[in-house]
């Protein structure tokens, strides 16, 4: 079975329910710095979000 990778807002701004879990890591990636700048005003890096913010599952 493929690991999946996953990023969960809530683990870093509790008040946010956003969660994106996908097989491909790039396009975790992609969708969560696009959350992270459109909802949150952050721009991170990705390995910022990778080091800090992406699980795999």
């Not at 890591?25 to 700048?37: D, F, N, P, Y």
């Amino acid at each position: 079975m493929a690991q999946a990778h996953k990023l969960d807002c809530e683990a870093a701004a509790a008040e946010c329910r956003f969660i994106i879990q996908s097989e491909d890591e790039a396009e975790v990636i992609e969708l969560a710095k696009r959350h992270m700048w459109d909802v949150h005003g952050q721009d991170y890096t990705d390995e910022e979000l990778r080091s800090k913010h992406l699980k795999i599952v």
